[in-house]
């Protein structure tokens, strides 16, 4: 745990980020591309998200960020998670085709590419402390965070309840950049 004065300093930094990928969020050329924005919010997810007792397997043991099925992000997810530390723990990314095969993830992005595999995916994973993200739909099928273009600008929904269900508590700084949904 961090400090008064530097846990207060790393905090604004962490809010100053998600303010910046929200403002360079428009898809257009010469700016950053969609796939950047998702990476900088998915690292940026990471800073605003408490895990449960008992999601990391030690107090030394790394962030775990998965990827299931098609793999958009791919080159900017590596490069916003390299070198960093998320609430004080190393970040190791994984990319699989299943569950079984990632194990244990702490974020765990489902590609729009396993959209008809999402709710089985959702049922598996019920009540584990990952924060789910995708595309689109997700929040309504059960995730926790789906990504929307609208306007030529990458906006996120949250939905708060599957976060709780899963013991996870979402700061209040990015509920209030997102919009709140419920699942279906």
Same mark, same amino acid.
């Given at each position: 745990?961090?400090?008064?004065?530097?846990?207060?300093?790393?905090?604004?930094?962490?809010?100053?980020?998600? %303010?910046? $990928?929200? *403002?360079?969020? =428009?898809? &257009?050329?010469?700016?950053? !591309?969609?796939?950047? +924005?998702? @990476? #900088?919010?998915?690292?940026?997810?990471?800073?605003?998200?408490?895990?449960?007792?008992? %999601?990391? $397997?030690? *107090?030394?043991? =790394?962030? &775990?960020?998965?990827?299931? !099925?098609?793999?958009? +992000?791919? @080159? #900017?997810?590596?490069?916003?998670?390299?070198?960093?530390?998320?609430?004080?723990?190393?970040?190791?990314?994984?990319?699989?085709?299943?569950?079984?095969?990632?194990?244990?993830?702490?974020?765990?992005?489902?590609?729009?590419?396993?959209?008809?595999?999402?709710?089985?995916?959702?049922?598996?994973?019920?009540?584990?402390?990952?924060?789910?993200?995708?595309?689109?739909?997700?929040?309504?099928?059960?995730?926790?965070?789906?990504?929307?273009?609208?306007?030529?600008?990458?906006?996120?929904?949250?939905?708060?309840?599957?976060?709780?269900?899963?013991?996870?508590?979402?700061?209040?700084?990015?509920?209030?950049?997102?919009?709140?949904?419920?699942?279906?």
């Amino acid at each position: 745990m961090l400090a008064g004065p530097l846990r207060v300093a790393r905090q604004a930094v962490a809010a100053a980020a998600v %303010a910046c $990928a929200v *403002a360079v969020g =428009p898809v &257009r050329a010469g700016g950053p !591309g969609e796939h950047q +924005v998702k @990476a #900088a919010f998915l690292y940026n997810f990471a800073n605003f998200v408490q895990w449960p007792d008992g %999601a990391f $397997a030690s *107090a030394s043991a =790394p962030l &775990r960020v998965c990827v299931i !099925g098609a793999d958009p +992000v791919g @080159a #900017a997810l590596d490069d916003a998670f390299r070198g960093q530390q998320v609430q004080g723990r190393s970040v190791d990314i994984a990319r699989g085709a299943s569950l079984g095969v990632l194990g244990r993830c702490h974020i765990l992005y489902l590609s729009q590419s396993e959209t008809g595999r999402w709710p089985d995916l959702l049922r598996e994973l019920a009540a584990a402390p990952t924060l789910t993200v995708g595309d689109g739909s997700l929040v309504r099928k059960g995730g926790m965070v789906g990504f929307v273009v609208e306007a030529k600008r990458v906006r996120f929904e949250i939905n708060r309840g599957a976060a709780e269900q899963a013991g996870l508590r979402i700061s209040s700084k990015l509920l209030a950049l997102a919009r709140i949904v419920e699942s279906d």
